[in-house]
């Protein structure tokens, strides 16, 4: 049979040697997740095929760059422009644009961190989640194991609740939400609290006031 062709930038491959592809534009590119049998690997804009994988994730625009993560059997990694490996990780996740930036959640030695620019590592805890950019830093939610709490720029840790979710950017202001037992909050920039509610759904800003949404 003849081989069946797609364009690709300006370019023409054979799609019908891939057991599956999942287009993806990155910084006005074509890029495309491939799988071949029990093998997945990245084509790029040339036709040309990245590393073989045994995973293949979380296809991430940063600064008009491709960056994804990858599973090699054993271990996972974040996977940059040009190929390029980070630290192999227990597990890897939340990869996150901030300020043009790639920032993402690993497991190592039963903890979770934070891995920025260069690899650098955050500090450790039972739990990390919801990378957030505000005003173009990294903000997340972490957990010591009881409590939970925000971590800011330069490691700097908040106040510790029973739970904290719902990260929001506000005239590039941290906003989020907060519980204790039953009694749920909106904490602000300053760290003050609003009253409390019986739940929150959201938080809305529009002509230069908060809205308080409960469930």
């Not at 040009?82 to 930036?101: M, P």
């Not at 959640?105 to 891995?115: D, F, K, M, S």
């Not at 957990?143 to 005239?171: H, M, Q």
């Amino acid at each position: 049979a003849e081989p069946v062709y797609e364009d690709f930038v300006e370019r023409r491959f054979d799609v019908s040697k891939y057991t599956s592809l999942t287009q993806y534009i990155i910084g006005g590119k074509v890029f495309y997740r491939a799988h071949d049998g029990n093998q997945c690997f990245i084509v790029g804009p040339d036709g040309k095929e990245g590393a073989k994988y045994k995973g293949v994730s979380d296809l991430t625009n940063i600064n008009g760059q491709l960056y994804y993560r990858a599973y090699d059997g054993n271990q996972w990694f974040a996977v940059g422009p040009d190929g390029k490996e980070g630290t192999k990780y227990k597990g890897v996740q939340d990869l996150t644009n901030i300020d043009g930036q790639l920032y993402y959640c690993a497991y190592y030695g039963n903890q979770w961190l934070t891995v920025g620019p260069d690899g650098k590592e955050g500090a450790k805890y039972n739990g990390v989640q919801d990378l957030t950019n505000i005003d173009g830093q990294l903000y997340y939610c972490a957990s010591d194991g009881n409590r939970w709490f925000i971590v800011g720029p330069d490691g700097k840790e908040g106040t510790k609740y029973d739970n904290v979710n719902n990260l929001a950017n506000i005239n590039g202001q941290l906003y989020y939400h907060a519980r204790n037992g039953t009694q749920y909050f909106v904490v602000y920039p300053d760290g003050t609290t609003s009253k409390p509610y019986s739940n929150i759904k959201s938080v809305e800003y529009a002509d230069n006031k908060f809205f308080l949404l409960e469930k």
